[in-house]
């Protein structure tokens, strides 16, 4: 039994091992692919109840030089843990201005959502990267949108709103990504400069066929238009999804069902037909 367990101990310390190695190795992959370009970030439109496009979301892509890709649900936490997400959020960033100059230079005014996690947010020097940023582009801050998530309005309550009223002084918009998923308490909602609410997709995924998914739904939609604000609904699918949310006055979707995320010239050419026939 003794020796059992010390065979135990030893199986559970090997795969410890594997997985710290693992999770090391990833993180030398990651420095090199921001090195080495490996990084995408493609472009999902966003849409209205035509269908016509009002805006995309910005999401980040990894290849892997073998040509695999890792999904962002697993480079961009690891990528928190380690600290790198400032990097990747800073190239994410002077990306999404160098889109939005190409789009402005092709005459349009569609905004740019751009993800902005906690600690990129929270970093002492983000206002000035966000100014020099936008200097160094030329980029209109009037066509970005920072998606946050409920999560950086639990701490630090009077610091965030500050940087945030800071932020938007700039001309930068804000959405609140993901929203019904954090404990966030709809108090705050109407003390900062809030632009947008994203309802999470977990909630869309319930609409039409249950009853509580589309209260809940109904409820932010209600909420959101007394407070003025502009929502998204993420991850719409069906065309079910889409006539309930439209029924319901929702004026903005996102989805596999109107387009999948897509390198940004995809969106370029779709915003200008004309230039592509
Ligand atoms: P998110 O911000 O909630 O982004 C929406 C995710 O839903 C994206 O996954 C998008 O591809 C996916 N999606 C869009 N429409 C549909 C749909 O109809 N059905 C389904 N099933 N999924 C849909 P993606 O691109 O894999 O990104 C995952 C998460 O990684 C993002 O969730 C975001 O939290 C994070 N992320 C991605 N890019 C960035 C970035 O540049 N910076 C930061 N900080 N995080 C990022
Ligand atoms: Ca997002
Ligand atoms: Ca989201
Ligand atoms: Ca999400």
Not at 81 to 89: A, F, M, V
Not at 93 to 107: F, I, K, S, T
Request: contains cysteine; glycine residues 6%; hydrophobic residues 45%.
């Amino acid at each position: 039994a003794k020796a059992e367990g010390r065979n135990g101990i030893a199986f559970f310390e090997a795969g410890m091992q594997a997985e710290v190695e693992q999770r090391l190795n990833m993180e030398r992959e990651l420095a090199a692919a921001i090195e080495n370009s490996q990084l995408a970030l493609y472009a999902q439109q966003q849409v209205d109840c035509d269908g016509r496009p009002v805006g995309a979301e910005l999401l980040m892509r990894w290849q892997r030089a073998d040509g695999s890709w890792v999904p962002p649900s697993l480079f961009i936490p690891l990528a928190e843990g380690t600290g790198q997400i400032l990097q990747l959020g800073a190239w994410a960033l002077r990306q999404a201005c160098l889109y939005a100059v190409e789009l402005a230079n092709a005459g349009h005014t569609l905004p740019l959502s751009v993800n902005v996690s906690p600690s990129q947010f929270r970093h002492a020097d983000f206002v000035e990267q966000v100014q020099a940023v936008l200097q160094e582009t030329g980029a209109p801050a009037s066509q970005l949108i920072f998606e946050v998530t409920e999560g950086l309005l639990v701490e630090k309550w009077e610091e965030t709103v500050e940087r945030m009223n800071v932020l938007a002084a700039l001309g930068i918009r804000f959405s609140i990504d993901d929203f019904g998923t954090g404990y966030s308490s709809l108090a705050y909602l109407k003390r900062m400069p809030l632009y947008e609410l994203k309802i999470d997709r977990s909630f869309i995924m319930d609409t039409p066929a249950d009853a509580s998914g589309k209260a809940i739904v109904q409820t932010i939609l209600a909420m959101a238009h007394h407070l003025g604000l502009r929502v998204v609904a993420e991850g719409v699918e069906t065309v079910a999804q889409a006539s309930f949310l439209i029924d319901s006055n929702c004026h903005c979707m996102q989805g596999y069902l109107y387009s999948r995320p897509a390198p940004f010239a995809q969106l370029l050419a779709a915003l200008s037909p004309q230039a592509t026939a």
